[in-house]
């Protein structure tokens, strides 16, 4: 079964820097180490760390057709539907892009990137965007819903950021989303800012979820503190 998706009808888009970025998102159906609430593409239907969706090859064969035939000079993997580092076929979308002479980016949330066995996946990519928004435990809980018997939290999320940037020698952006009502108060942004200072990124991007939208206005002040 060909089971990715290529994000643009063209398949190739272009990035500011003018280099052509082929985007694939790698999981047919949703699956993601949270179950969040706020989440846009609904509820997680295999929550937990690693989910496989079965054979690669033909997925792979189709990546390979449009590798050849487009060209990009990155390949962009992301979930989709739910978050990509929960899917164990990432080595074979790195090595197939690296033995076309392109570069891989890596679009993924924060809380697996510096766990065992998803830090050797993710390290291995060129660029990783990766994105946080709870510091403390009763909203990380409250929103993320993660499951009891994987022990996660926003302790353990920072750990895992911090741990994964220290060793990764790639473009890192760290992007922070703010959730109106759940992380922009002062106080909530002094706690993201103890955790953005801890963190060895490249780029500092913050934004704000869409559901959950906090005012421009906001935004502006809030990324002026963490840049800070
Ligand atoms: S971590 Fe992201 S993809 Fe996963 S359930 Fe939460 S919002 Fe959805």
Redesign the pocket.
């Known amino acids: 079964m060909d089971f990715f998706d290529f994000k643009q009808y063209e398949h190739v888009k272009v990035d500011p820097d003018g280099r052509k970025v082929l985007s694939v998102n790698v999981n047919p159906e ?1 699956a ?5 609430r ?5 509820r ?1 239907k295999y ?1 937990g760390e690693w989910h496989d969706f079965g054979d690669l090859n033909d997925s792979l064969k189709d990546l390979e057709e449009r590798m050849e035939s487009e060209k990009p000079d990155v390949v962009e993997v992301a ?1 989709g ?3 990509a580092l929960t899917n164990p076929i990432l080595q074979g979308i790195l090595d197939c892009a690296h033995s076309h002479g392109a570069k891989a980016r890596l679009i993924t ?1 924060c ?1 697996l990137l510096g766990i065992d066995g998803h830090m050797e996946l993710a390290l291995q990519f060129d660029e990783v965007v990766a ?1 946080f928004c709870f510091t403390d435990e009763e909203t990380f809980n409250e ?3 993660p499951v009891p018997e994987l022990h996660f939290s926003a302790a353990k999320q920072t750990e895992s950021i911090v741990r994964f940037s220290r060793r990764y020698t790639g473009k890192f952006t760290l992007r922070v989303l703010l959730v109106k009502g759940y992380n922009d108060s002062d106080e909530q942004v002094a706690d993201l800012k103890k955790v953005v200072d801890q963190v060895n990124y490249t780029n500092l991007w913050v934004g704000t979820w869409p559901k959950f939208q906090v005012s421009d206005e906001r935004v502006s002040q809030i990324s002026e503190i963490l840049h800070a």
Not at 32 to 36: E, L, R, S, T
Not at 38 to 42: A, D
């Open positions: 949703k993601c180490i949270f179950n969040c706020i989440c846009n593409v609904g997680t929550q979930g539907k739910g978050d949330n809380y994105g929103i993320h819903r």
